[in-house]
């Protein structure tokens, strides 16, 4: 990966719209470089995915939980499974296994506490290898992102 490279990957982190002769501009190279460049990119599995950003406030008042989950013991079928699970659940927007107090740090959203509470017993109250969970409620997003710095 050279400097045009991550100039690229600065660009389309913040807009994966932008066209190839809007990237050329920016980046000083032709907008076939640039075409060339972003293949190898996603190819090389750099560039993992091109996704949407959906506004929040259009789509309808929602809740953003920060959840940390601590697990019964940590025998790697339990984690396996606890990974399993919170990728099929459409509500879990990020999952991370982590070291500290807590195994797995869960951002996930809700329409409402009471969807919430449903989440809680489908996923950690019916399943005997959570020992706890402890909630946190997002007030206010201050910064929302997925950006690497490159």
């Known amino acids: 990966m050279d400097d045009f490279d991550a100039k690229l990957l600065n660009l389309v982190q913040h ?7 809007k990237l050329s501009a920016q980046v000083g190279l032709s907008a076939t470089a640039c075409q ?7 190819d090389q599995g ?12 259009a789509i309808g008042p929602r809740l953003t939980l920060i959840v940390e989950v601590s697990v019964e013991r940590e025998h790697p079928d339990i984690l396996d499974q606890f990974k399993r699970t919170m990728l099929k659940s459409p509500e879990v927007m990020q999952c991370y296994y982590v070291t500290g107090n807590a195994d797995f740090i869960v951002i ?10 449903d989440f809680t017993r489908r996923y950690f109250f019916q399943n005997s290898n959570i020992q706890r ?18």
Not at 15 to 21: C, G, I, N
Not at 36 to 42: A, M, N, S, T
Not at 48 to 56: F, G, K, P
Not at 108 to 117: G, I, P
């Open 46 to 57: 750099i560039i993992a995915r091109d996704i949407s950003v959906l506004s929040a406030d």
């Open 15 to 21: 807009d994966s719209r932008l066209t190839a002769e």
């Open 108 to 117: 996930l959203t809700a329409r409402d506490m009471k969807d919430y509470e």
């Open 133 to 150: 969970f402890r909630t946190n409620v997002v007030m206010d997003d201050v910064k929302v992102s997925l950006a690497v710095p490159v």
């Open 36 to 42: 060339k460049r972003l293949k190898k990119l996603r």
